[in-house]
């Protein structure tokens, strides 16, 4: 063995399992966490197991769900609520290591390598924290055990609910390669329908493909993908409290009602942008190119990006910046239903940067200031305490707290 014991642990059906713990008398019942028709978020969030045999799948819009199964009961998500369960989740594993590192809300790793209890044997550990977990909050977990973090994520995914899957350097081929490439962290839909052109269908297709011909297909990823499919990922598990590289910052949302128009367009950007900026802020990061993506009401979109003069936190600039974007690439042939901006190419606030004689230093350096004046005006009396005219001009579109309501996302692992 590579001398690593690391553990990923994942709470089965996270959302709905803790609804009908809340609730006895759903269970038995077919049960979706579902968001809000009205605010166009009807999708569902996660689904119990008495809804899988109609088909309920995750990301299903609720009027096909109910199409399939008529007696589906859909509630509500609470991310409160989650979150207290999150938080205890990754107490649990603490106990056990230092270094646990969440992927998302339901999900993380911990790397137990060399611990002395239990012999530091990792099967034996997830089992312990298996029943610790049912036994303090009352639902399950499904933990894999492995040499890396690729494989251990695996492993939780191979037997559901409340199962260990241990993954080894000698029976990885056995228990890893027969696997639908989309199985395997990092192939999503668009590498999956790649992959498969080339007549590549299984994680052990990746491993024996030749990676200069997977990364002539899919560029440098192909080389990451081939490298996890062979079982040579080295990542580390990153400790608690510890922070990682950030490489991006963003948001997006799917929209009260259809975009219509630039200006539009414009109101929701510089609402997403208000709560990108401050992010940054909150970290002492500025970015120096700003991306949007857009889908339409066909739900097709595209994503484009664009390399600022110099890095900036300055909502108004980052909404300015959209907006060229949006105007450069899109003719609005059919409204949209979702947008989206994220900042990259992160550096912190106060780096040397170029300045221009064209553009007003002093008037910038009051910008600045007024948006850390608008966060401390919020942190004290919350995000409505203080808003932009423009967002006034609709009561839908401008009516929108991005960084208070659309922070549950998956973490990514890159």
Sequence with gaps: ????????????????????????????????????????????????????????KVGQ?????????PGLIIVPPDYGKYLRYSRLFRKILSDYSPQVEPFGLDEAWADVSGIERHGGDGQVI??????RVKFELGVTVSVGV?????????????????????ITEENYKDVVWPLPAADLLGVGHA?????????INTIGDIATTDPMFLKGWLGKWGLFLHTYANGLDSSPVVETGEEGVVKSIGNSTT????????????????????????RMRELGLQAKTVEISVRRS??????????LKQPTHISTELCAEALILLRANYKWELPLRSIGIRGSGLVPIGDVRQLSIFEDEIRRDRRETLEFTIDTIRHRYGHYAID??????????GKLNPKEEHVIHPIGYL
């Design 126 to 131: 997830a089992d312990e924290i298996r029943e």
């Design 146 to 166: 492995s040499y890396n973090k690729i494989f251990s994520k695996l492993g939780s995914d191979i037997k559901k609910p409340d199962a260990t899957t241990v």
């Design 255 to 278: 929209c009260p009602r259809d975009i219509e128009n630039q200006a539009d367009a414009h109101i929701v950007f510089q609402n997403l942008a208000e709560s990108v900026a401050e």
């Design 388 to 397: 932009r005219a423009l967002l006034h001009l609709d009561a839908k579109l």
């Design 298 to 307: 066909d739900l097709s979109g595209f994503v484009r990006q664009r390399t």
């Design 191 to 199: 590498t999956k329908a790649k992959l498969q052109r080339y007549g």
């Design 61 to 69: 819009a609720l009027w096909e769900a109910r199409q399939k199964c």
């Design 1 to 56: 063995m590579s001398g690593r014991t690391i553990l990923h642990a994942d709470m089965n059906n996270c959302y709905a399992s803790i609804e009908m713990l809340h609730h006895p008398k759903l269970r038995g019942h077919p049960v979706a966490v579902g968001g809000s028709v009205e605010q166009r978020h009807g999708i569902i969030l996660a689904r119990n197991y008495e809804a899988r045999p109609y088909g309920i």
